[in-house]
């Protein structure tokens, strides 16, 4: 069931529905895209080409519009499913590269 | 401080001639219909006067200060200008003259804007 | 497709920003004031007022704290400058909250507690509730930015609807173009202070940086981060302690400028060491350089290398948030833009709330839509008579109560209380916006008058005569707020008045086709 308004008047048969719809949408916004954001940061401090120190604060300062642009991806995706699964894959294997080039991510 | 006087009332300036550009608003302030030539030249010199303003507050208080002391006088003087439109439009026409003159000034005085 | 990327854009600023609205509110009216936090601490220190003119004692502030806070390992101390003639000391010490203290800068003794403007800043960045506070803060501004993006993308004519505000359509429509004004012509402002107020905490956001670059050990990081050498601790006290102002002197002559602050480390320890960080008005990121001192010797050691390039992005960008740059103008102008903010904010929920009018009034106030109307009108119209009232208890607490500080905070949390209070239970026979406004008003345009019987020599005459500009400016423009709120209070009388009428003459039209039909 698509959480997109345009069916609300449709539904209210379909509250819970609806309501579990937009409750999968906020939480992708907010916590699929925290871990998107987080995910990001630790591997751009993995990657990117500067000192530590800059690594770590430049992937800091970019992980919060990548956040932003995220959450509003979640909302427009196209169904309350399609807003979950593309956050999770994508910030796990983010994620997973971090942790796997970690040593990589400490040089100084 | 003398840099506000001219970046306020240029950046007021350059918002007037880019809303008189909009047929609409200048059908409603001077009742006659604006030929395309006018409404081009006004935007034309309506964003170079922000430019000048722009210009004049970086030569006066750097890149940094000075691109922000212009970016805040250019969003409150939009807001002005708004507001003054459904109230007292000839006296938002008026509050242009001064910057009018603040780029005469300017251009016979330019090192009263440098410091 | 398009049509339901910009439909769920819609429900996505509605509700994102209903959700953070009230919230939103009470942090951008809190910053707003904030921008002057040090001309308030000022105005609300009136020992401060007419300092006899004399030499600045760091080295008698500094004794002042130790012996507040005689267990402190680290003191700093602000010197005092434009904005605000006292000393200001911060100290933490072990398993204590930390001292936040305005000293007298010719004697070093604590000037009598009040919270200051500080309330208002501290209100700003954490609703005065600490770390939790700094995370819900946080999660507004993250809100704030999903609310501007989705606004941005569904308002299809921005260029066309530039210049439109039409006050006199009445109801939604005017509420609208209101928002929408304030909304667009204040978008670079509103885009950067929600992200530069974002990331001015990322540290207790985001760790993965720390994590994954430094494996978590935080003391590396900001070790990184300040570029200081670390001190080895002698294990012995220093046999002679440097004179501050001495350092401070020097410090001042080397820099070629003001020292934003001393900060005095290990002062039990022979390896007590001070650095003199630079005040930086004359740039967003600020001050640049720090000197060390040998604390015990008081000679000149070294300066610490620049800091790293990204760190000094991020104090650009902190910087153009917390308008410490430029001089006066310019934190005018941010007060300004945060006021705009702040219409921006109220006149959403006005354009949810009317939009809703019939649902809200079949629902009555036991609703959802209750309950907006009733926080609408208790953190809109009753914050501005907290803040005022702040500054009345400010000058009518006696000066020698312990708790001094404490109880003007309740003040401001029971003001604020009263009129929810009064807004909720007159929402549906009364004019509570009208009664709250019209009480700020009266606050606000009384206040110099106030000022003047409790503290004759802080007064508006007493300040002009002086050229005590902060002061004057206190005073004056809290005379100006006083009369704008007393503006909107007729305003809140009339806007009824006018829905009214408009309500009868629809029934009466209404009644007319009625009868005139055959």
């Known amino acids: ?108 | 401080m003398t840099i506000w006087l001219p970046l306020l009332a240029l950046n007021y300036l350059s918002w007037a001639l880019l809303c008189l550009a909009v047929a609409r608003y200048y059908r409603h302030h001077f009742s006659s219909e604006p030929s395309s030539t006018r409404r081009r030249v006004l935007r034309i010199v309506g964003w170079l006067t922000t430019l000048l303003a722009y210009v004049i507050s970086v030569r006066s208080r750097g890149w940094d200060i000075g691109s922000v002391d212009w970016c805040a006088s250019w969003m409150l003087t939009a807001i002005v200008w708004v507001l003054l439109q459904p109230y007292l439009p000839r006296v938002s026409r008026w509050l242009a003259f001064i910057g009018v003159l603040s780029a005469i000034a300017l251009t016979v005085y330019p090192s009263s804007a440098s410091f | 497709m398009k049509n339901a990327f910009r439909q769920s854009m819609a429900w996505l600023h509605t509700w994102a920003g209903l959700i953070v609205s009230w919230m939103l509110f009470a942090i951008f009216l809190g910053g707003t004031l904030a921008c002057f936090d040090k001309e308030l601490d000022y105005w609300m220190r009136p020992a401060l007022h007419h300092l006899a003119p004399g030499p600045t004692s760091m080295d008698a502030a500094a004794a002042s704290l130790r012996t507040m806070a005689p267990h402190a390992d680290t003191l700093y101390l602000r010197p005092p400058d434009a904005r605000d003639p006292s000393i200001h000391g911060f100290v933490f010490e072990p398993s204590k909250a930390y001292l936040d203290v305005a000293l007298n800068p010719r004697d070093g003794k604590r000037i009598p507690a009040t919270v200051g403007g500080n309330f208002f800043f501290d209100l700003h960045y954490s609703l005065q509730a600490g770390k939790l506070g700094s995370y819900l803060v946080g999660l507004a501004g993250m809100l704030m930015l999903l609310a501007l993006i989705s606004g941005v993308i569904i308002h299809r004519r921005v260029f066309k609807d530039f210049f439109v505000f039409r006050p006199r359509a009445g109801g939604q429509r005017a509420w609208l173009d209101g928002h929408n004004f304030t909304g667009v012509l204040g978008l670079p402002f509103h885009l950067m202070i929600a992200y530069t107020g974002v990331i001015i905490m990322m540290s207790n956001y985001m760790y993965a940086g720390v994590q994954i670059g430094y494996r978590g050990d935080l003391v590396r990081y900001y070790d990184a981060l300040s570029g200081a050498p670390k001190i080895v601790e002698q294990h012995r006290p220093p046999d002679h302690v440097a004179s501050l102002d001495a350092i401070l002197n020097d410090a001042v002559r080397r820099l070629g400028g003001p020292v934003a602050s001393l900060e005095v480390e290990h002062i039990h320890d022979a390896s007590i060491t001070v650095s003199a960080l630079a005040a930086g008005n004359g740039k967003v990121a600020g001050g640049l350089r720090t000197l060390v001192y040998d604390g015990a010797q008081g000679s000149f050691r070294s300066e610490l290398s620049a800091p790293p390039a990204a760190y000094r992005v991020y104090q650009f960008l902190s910087g153009l948030h917390r308008v410490q740059f430029g001089g006066t103008a310019i934190r005018w102008l941010y007060f300004l833009l945060g006021a705009t903010g702040s219409v921006m904010l109220a006149t959403a929920t006005q354009v949810w709330i009317k939009k809703r009018s019939r649902q809200a009034g079949a629902a009555g106030l036991r609703s959802g839509y209750g309950l907006v109307k009733i926080l609408n009108v208790a953190v809109i119209a009753g914050m501005p008579v907290a803040s005022a009232a702040l500054l009345w208890a400010n000058r009518l607490l006696p000066y020698d109560l312990p708790d001094r500080a404490n109880l003007e905070a309740e003040s401001f949390c029971a003001s604020w209380l009263l009129a929810a209070v009064w807004g909720a239970l007159r929402l549906q026979r009364g004019k509570p916006w009208r009664d709250l406004f019209a009480v700020t008003a009266v606050l606000l345009l009384a206040l110099p008058l106030m000022n003047a019987l409790t503290q004759p020599r802080s007064s508006l005459l007493a300040s002009v005569a002086d050229r005590d500009w902060v002061l004057v400016g206190v005073d004056v423009t809290s005379f100006v707020l006083g009369l704008g709120f007393a503006w909107l209070g007729w305003l809140s009388t009339c806007t009824r008045q006018r829905a009214e009428t408009r309500q009868r003459a629809a029934a009466l039209s209404l009644t007319q086709a009625q009868a005139e039909a055959p």
């Open chain 1, 1 to 108: 069931m698509s959480a997109s308004p345009s069916n609300v008047k449709q539904g209210r048969s379909t509250t819970r529905t609806y309501r579990l719809a937009v409750f999968s949408r906020i939480s992708a916004a907010l916590a699929g895209g925290y871990l998107v954001a987080y995910a990001s940061a630790a591997l751009l401090t993995v990657i990117l080409p500067f000192s530590r120190i800059n690594r770590a604060v430049t992937a800091s300062l970019l992980s919060f519009v990548v956040w932003a642009l995220v959450a509003v991806w979640a909302f427009a995706a196209g169904s309350a499913w399609r807003s979950w699964w593309p956050l999770l894959a994508a910030g796990s294997l983010m994620l997973l590269l971090a942790l796997a080039f970690r040593d990589y991510g400490m040089r100084p």
